[in-house]
């Protein structure tokens, strides 16, 4: 390790590294705006100054860039040195030549690192006493705010929105002091990651419009821990309540998960909890009319007593989109066999399979960090950008890391963000993607292969055959596609990281079989190659755990009279079954209790509905798509009787006289462990309520909240009791301490002289390295060592269009898809219409005009709808926008018939 010199002192520090990056991981203070540590230095800021020294005998030293030096062994440096000191106050002063000063009215303010960093660095009077110059700000859609004025020209915005995540629509205009960050005019900003710009930009230009909406203090949040809820990754997140509404999503740093990055569906599709459509007390609704009643917590109870009591066989449909606890407390209450996912009865196949092969098979359930790391990546069937963005940024990493050894031999440290760009250029390493319609990523792209799921399955099994003889060969491959085949499975062999991506969306096992059949081949005795299996839910991976049948068992058992009273959670089935049979389920099934967040179709249907706390709500722990479990906490206590459906299930136990004795998230999550063995590892994901540090408890809220002695002033001078919280080590107040926490447990960084998210590094063991106390979650899937695979064998006929029937396929969008998110005000505004999509040569048999309209029929289901032409979707093939409007009922893949509808 080298040592470097601070001050005179001696400290070892971790080669390879640049001397502002070593000096924050020592923990010492050192301002800068440019750099950032996943993005690397540029040295535009000129804020990391210090002084560096030849040797001790130099005294007089110059200043250099800390961000720009390598920490080599012997550097000697002073950050204490006063003409440095007075450099660093200087360079913040004519950063802030143009800067309104308007922090009393800036969104930013109080969060602000601009703010920071000028205290930091003891700057105080500008004697700048012209007039400023001035921009005009831009809409940029539904996200993000634009204040242009507030601008200090660190170019990390477009360093991030360019470089990092592949955008293209933000870009640095104009020169000298009227650079303008923007775009080239008003409109949405493209990005799936343009929320992350509130956090990387150091100033008040780029914000949160959807916290605007709603504004607090930053410092008058109560916030807690929680996990996204809007696809299957599990993205870390820090949610902040005032007043009982949940005001904003910022990310969560944890180096194996997100980093420190959010896609715009996790950071902004938090509004449904503040929906107009809240279920927030009980309800009886009398089907028949569409009459509402709503009764008391106690009545409810007592109703739902009588509806089990009366009932003649019980079924519980469960959900991916519920915690684990609330899925058991279901199980518990009808009991293991009469207990279903919720999810499609193919969706749940799959699922099993996903988890069969990563648990059971040699190859490695690869982390978003793993992702980051891969060298050659081979995607099948997932248009990863629109199912689990984060995997999407992650992949853009990947495909420099090949470049980059390039540039490593020249001897230009990784860290040399200006240098390594220069030498890479556009340069990317090997990413191939088999998709059935082109992405996004698509010109990021070694190749692509635009096919049907068939398609795709049979190039992934000629990959693997090409890896492996074990695997057998595909019958009439065409000659390009054999070629392709070969080119991938050289690039992978050739990799030291090489990485299978695959996924549920297609709602192909072939396509998730042919990924396995390469992972495995990949594998070694030594080491597991990496797959990543890409799901559709928060907890979809924590349900394959239970191991239970999918929904189509569970209407059936209605169906077949071996049940007649439903139990349904946090679930809207007409998303998961034919419309038929959810239509014929409701008619047959005597009575409906519905446990859900918002106003659904499932939710009409109930009999009696009880109002579930959501995420921001409640206590829970899922399990993301690599296998890793994951707590999230209450960030707020809500009005009564809103609570957890484990909350209420275990009441309806106890009336059963089953009584599991859930005084607390505790102990539901003790029976679970105890009661299902594969879940034995969730004993570590957190620490249990009991947990104090110092006596004390975690305070949910910074000790600078105000204002608490007025918020409830309307209604009472003194101030109340804060709530009790049985179910984790957190409070509801300032009161407790939050120094050196474990890492789950984090309610929000801060350190003295840190208010900005840019404290993230003050809880780190290194810069960007794990939070101290090791990355938050447990993984509860590692490969099987030493197991031999059996390689799937079924490989499917060619993809051949039908003269009669078409496939209607699922497309996914990151703004629709999801159900939960495109209820939020402000990713509502970006869900499309609806529509199907074809070939245009498919198109034209429709009509020849720009607007053609079809009859869809699926099943018994006729949806007329607009048509999009993509060229890329093979010919044969209907795409399906999944959950938009009216198709979300469709139960995709399906065949369809197309007819004619009228030309508008
Ligand atoms: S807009 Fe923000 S991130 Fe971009 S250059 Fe200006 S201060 Fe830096
Ligand atoms: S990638 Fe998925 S889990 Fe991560 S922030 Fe986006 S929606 Fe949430
Ligand atoms: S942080 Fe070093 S020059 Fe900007």
Redesign the pocket.
């Known amino acids: 390790m080298p040592t470097i010199y601070i001050d005179d002192k001696p400290y070892e520090v971790k080669a390879g590294q640049n001397l502002l990056n070593a000096v924050l991981s020592l923990g010492m203070d050192l301002p800068y705006f440019c750099w950032h540590p996943a993005m690397g230095s540029i040295g535009a800021c000129r804020q990391c100054a210090v002084k560096q020294y030849q040797d001790e005998n130099d005294k007089q030293g110059r200043i250099v860039m800390a961000c720009m030096t390598p920490a080599a062994d012997g550097t000697r440096i002073s950050i204490d040195d006063p003409e440095v000191q007075q450099f660093r106050a200087n360079v913040i002063e004519w950063l802030m030549v143009n800067h309104p000063h308007d922090c009393p009215v800036c969104d930013e303010g109080g969060e602000c690192h601009l703010q920071d960093m000028t205290v930091m660095t003891g700057h105080n009077y500008r004697e700048f006493r012209f007039k400023k110059r001035t921009h005009r700000n831009q809409d940029l859609g539904p996200f993000i705010n634009h204040e242009m004025n507030r601008c200090i020209a660190c170019y990390r915005c477009v360093r991030f929105y360019d470089d990092y995540a592949g955008g293209d629509d933000l870009q640095a205009f104009a020169a000298h002091d009227h650079v303008y960050f923007g775009r080239h005019e008003d409109g949405v900003l493209e990005s799936e990651f343009s929320g992350n710009l509130v956090e990387v930009c150091p100033t008040g230009v780029f914000t949160d419009k959807t916290l605007q909406r709603h504004y607090t203090r930053k410092w008058d949040l109560q916030s807690a821990p929680s996990v ?1 809820h ?2 299957g ?3 870390n997140t820090l949610a902040g309540e005032r007043y009982g509404t949940l005001r904003r999503i910022l990310n969560r740093y944890n180096r194996a998960v ?1 980093g420190y990055f ?2 715009d ?3 902004f599709g938090y509004e449904f909890v503040n929906s107009d459509d809240r279920i927030r007390v009980p309800q009886l609704r009398y089907r028949g009319d569409k009459d509402t009643e709503e009764i008391s917590r106690d009545d409810a109870m007592r109703q739902a007593a009588e509806m089990l009591d009366t009932s003649s066989g019980l079924v519980g449909i469960g959900s991916p989109r519920a915690s684990l606890e609330s899925n058991y407390a279901l199980r518990k209450l009808v009991g293991k066999d009469r207990f279903f996912t919720g999810m499609s009865e193919n969706e749940n196949h799959l699922v099993s399979e996903v988890f069969d092969i990563l648990r059971n098979g040699p190859a490695r359930s690869a982390s978003l960090d793993d992702i980051r790391k891969a060298d050659a990546v081979f995607v099948l069937g997932e248009d990863v950008l629109n199912t ?3 995997a999407g940024l992650n992949i853009r990493q990947a495909i420099r890391n090949q470049p980059m050894e390039g540039v490593e031999e020249m001897g230009i440290p990784e860290w040399h963000d200006a240098a390594v760009r220069e030498v890479v250029q556009g340069e990317h390493g090997p990413l191939y993607l088999a998709t059935l319609t082109g992405t996004k990523l698509d010109r990021e792209a070694t190749d692509t292969y635009h096919a049907a799921p068939e398609d795709i399955a049979r190039l992934g099994f000629a990959v693997a055959h090409e890896l492996n003889d074990d695997v057998p060969a595909v019958a009439d491959l065409d000659q390009d596609v054999q070629q392709l085949a070969e080119a991938i499975a050289r690039a992978l062999q050739n990799a030291k990281r090489p990485l299978v991506i695959s996924g549920v969306s297609l709602g192909s096992e072939e396509v998730i079989r042919a990924a396995a059949n390469i992972a495995w081949s990949l594998s070694t005795a030594e080491t597991p190659a990496d797959i990543h299996y890409i799901v559709s839910e928060a907890n979809t991976l924590g349900l394959g755990f239970f191991e239970s049948g999918g929904l189509d068992s569970a209407l059936e058992m209605v169906e077949s009279g071996e049940a007649d009273t439903a139990v349904i959670l946090e679930n809207d089935i007409w998303h998961r079954a034919a419309p038929e049979a959810v239509e014929s389920f409701f008619d047959t099934c005597k009575q409906v209790i519905v446990l859900d967040h918002l106003e659904t179709g499932t939710v009409a249907a109930a009999d009696l509905l009880l109002p579930a706390a959501t995420f921001a709500e409640g206590d829970g722990t899922v399990i993301n798509n690599e296998g890793r479990a994951q707590r999230f906490f209450q960030v707020f206590a809500p009005e009564e009787p809103l609570q957890e459906s484990w909350r209420w299930l275990g009441e309806m136990c106890k009336q059963q006289g089953n009584d599991p004795r859930w005084n607390s998230h505790d102990d539901v999550s003790n029976m679970l462990f105890q009661d299902i063995r594969t879940f034995a590892g969730l004993v570590h994901v957190a620490p249990d309520s009991e947990f104090r540090l110092n006596n004390q408890r975690v305070p949910r809220s910074p000790f600078r909240y105000s204002g608490r002695t007025a918020m409830f002033a309307d209604r009472d001078v003194h101030e109340p009791q804060p709530p009790e919280d049985p179910d984790s080590p957190l409070h509801f107040s300032m009161e407790g301490t939050s120094k050196q926490q474990p890492s789950g447990l984090t309610t929000f960084f801060w350190a003295p002289g840190w208010n900005s998210v840019q404290a993230t590094n003050k809880y780190q063991s290194e810069i960007g390295g794990s939070l101290r106390g090791g990355d938050p979650g447990v993984r509860l899937i590692e490969p099987s060592k030493g197991a031999t695979p059996e390689y799937f064998t079924d490989i499917p006929e060619q993809f051949s269009r039908d003269a009669t029937e078409w496939v209607a396929a699922p497309v996914h969008h990151i703004f629709g898809s999801e159900e939960l998110s495109a209820r939020a005000e402000g990713v509502s505004q970006l869900v499309p219409d609806s529509y199907v999509v074809l070939n245009p040569a498919d198109a034209k048999r429709f009509g020849d005009g720009e607007e053609i309209t079809v009859a869809l029929e699926i099943g018994s289901s006729i949806y007329t709808e607009r048509v999009k032409t993509d060229s890329t979707l093979p010919e044969g093939i209907v795409g399906v926008p999944v959950n938009i409007e009216e198709l979300s009922k469709i139960q995709l893949p399906d065949r369809a018939n197309i007819t004619e509808a009228e030309s508008v």
């Open positions: 996204c809007h696809c990754l599990g993205c997100n959010l896609c569906r996790g950071r689990a963005p984060m």
